[in-house]
């Protein structure tokens, strides 16, 4: 597949712990915000999104907290496994559905 | 739905040499993206349309990068004259509100 995460940071993270990776953005005018995961080999997939007007969303094992005042994202997962094993970007929404991307973080998850 | 369809998933060619890789978007979807990931530079956005025109090329590096869209399940990205540093993976995205769906990408190498 290809290799997309040899220069980004990476968390280690135990099978069963919860992870926590962060992402900071720049333009304070963007009202929505994207995490996406992205496997070996495969395309970025959606995971979760949240729009501005809120602090915080849940989804299945997955939280996303937003801090407007000061543009940062981060995603909480739970019960990490290793299936979780990727590499996550955060994007914020520009203007016509334009996203810009974050460098990506990379999750390896220990058995 | 397949999901957002690409073709080839790789393509290695020699410098000097036409490059054509195609998407299918995923049906009533009216935006189509095309982007570039690199691990120098992640992921970059290229040229988007919507219903089929193009809204904003100024991700497209240079005049050998041209793309089209005929009609609303299919759209081309050529480089032509292809060249090492175009070495890259490259990723078509569909989406009909906020949530782009990824195609599997194609792995580029020239020679």
């Known amino acids: 597949g290809e290799s997309v995460g040899l220069h980004l940071p990476t968390l280690s993270v135990q099978e069963g712990d919860n992870s926590i990776i962060n992402c900071a953005y720049s333009n304070s005018a963007s009202d929505y915000f994207i995490w996406y995961k992205q496997e070996s080999g495969k395309g970025p997939q959606f995971i979760i999104d949240?729009?501005?007007?809120?602090d915080k969303r849940q989804g299945q094992r997955v939280t996303v907290l937003l801090n407007k005042t000061v543009k940062h994202l981060s995603l909480q997962i739970a019960a990490t496994q290793p299936g979780d094993s990727a590499v996550y970007f955060c994007a914020e929404n520009l203007a016509n559905n334009r996203l810009a991307f974050g460098k990506g973080n990379q999750v390896v998850v220990i058995p | 739905d397949a999901g957002v369809i690409q073709s080839p998933r790789h393509e290695v060619t020699e410098m000097g040499q036409e490059v054509t890789l195609r998407c299918k978007p995923i049906s009533g979807h009216n935006s189509l993206f095309w982007y570039r990931q690199t691990m120098m530079r992640g992921l970059e956005l290229l040229i988007y349309?919507?219903?089929?025109?193009?809204?904003?090329d100024s991700g497209m590096p240079e005049d050998r990068f041209s793309a089209k869209m005929p009609n609303a399940s299919f759209s081309t990205l050529k480089i032509q004259p292809s060249e090492p540093r175009d070495s890259a993976v490259y990723f078509c995205?569909?989406?009909?509100?906020?949530?782009?769906?990824f195609g599997p990408g194609t792995r580029l190498t020239v020679l």
């Open positions: 995205a569909s989406t009909l509100s906020n949530e782009q769906f």
């Open positions: 949240i729009r501005s007007n809120m």
């Open positions: 349309f919507n219903n089929n025109v193009p809204i904003d």
